[in-house]
């Protein structure tokens, strides 16, 4: 019997010499059998907090969590900061517009301002360049077109992108006219984080607008107009555009780099940050004095 009981303590300080599993630890984190989702954050940032997630571990499980939650509207790149090609374009400016974006793909665009073609894929466009004899046009290039609704939940359209391998689609508002685009990536970017490239700037701001300690104002480019409006005490149109960075997209008359500025009405607005697809973040700052 002593030797049974030595060996069963023998074997009780093994298991407790092995440390467990990250999983093993996540399951007993879990044994309070959260009742919604609530309750289930709350568990994983007690979990966070007692060292079994890390912070990006917390991050991408809230991520996926909002997932099913948000809707393509909350993500997509509004129509006035799209990149799109015109089929009707020559392949000169159909090459300036490809290497000046960076893009990958490009939705093709009629003679309608809502009339979508096609999608096309930059490296298709050497098919033009290495067979200039047989004059192809951009519409021999044209791939089909995934057409959905702003209201449709990311959580769907994520499996609708892996199940058909696509990785664009056009979005539609509620009367049938192009709201704007949507790429896997930005799904990707709810669930870890955003994905930075050789274009994306490093600034970064939490709140949409933020005051600098030396007058100027940083902004995010998604700040309704109508918030603009009563910060900066100014009376921009939101006739045509409801964000300012749509309004400022507008106002240059294509979308503009980092660096760039723009007088509009009192204020010189500079982009902080921006990549191939769309404006983040905008820097205010007074030009005309301010009226005693």
Known sequence: MRHVSQSAQAMSDENQAVPK???????????????????????????????????DTLRMIEGALQVSERQVGDVMVPRA?????????????????VIASGHSRFPVMG?????????VLAKD???????????????SLLRPVTIIPESKRLNVLLKEFRQNRNHMAMVVDEYGGIAGLVTIEDVLEQIVGEIDDEHD????????????????????????IADINAHFEVDYS??????IGGL??????????????????PYTIAVLKADARRLHLLEFARTDPVAA
């Open 21 to 55: 599993s990250w999983f093993e630890r996540l399951a007993q984190a879990f044994s309070g059998e959260p009742r919604n989702k609530s309750e289930l954050v709350e568990i994983l940032s007690e979990a966070k907090a007692n060292g079994l997630l890390d912070s």
């Open 81 to 97: 900061q799209m990149v799109a090609l015109d089929i009707e374009a020559g392949l000169d400016e159909l090459l300036r517009t």
């Open 111 to 119: 003679e309608g301002s809502d009339e979508v073609l096609g999608i």
């Open 125 to 139: 466009l050497l098919k033009l360049l290495a067979t200039p004899e047989l004059k192809l046009g951009l519409g």
């Open 201 to 224: 700037a490093e600034d970064e701001v939490d709140r949409f607008i933020v005051d600098q300690p030396d007058g100027r104002v940083w902004v995010k480019a998604l700040t309704p």
């Open 238 to 243: 939101n006739e045509d555009y409801d964000t």
């Open 248 to 265: 400022v997209t507008s106002e240059f008359g294509r979308l503009p780099e980092r660096g760039e500025t723009l007088r509009l009405g």
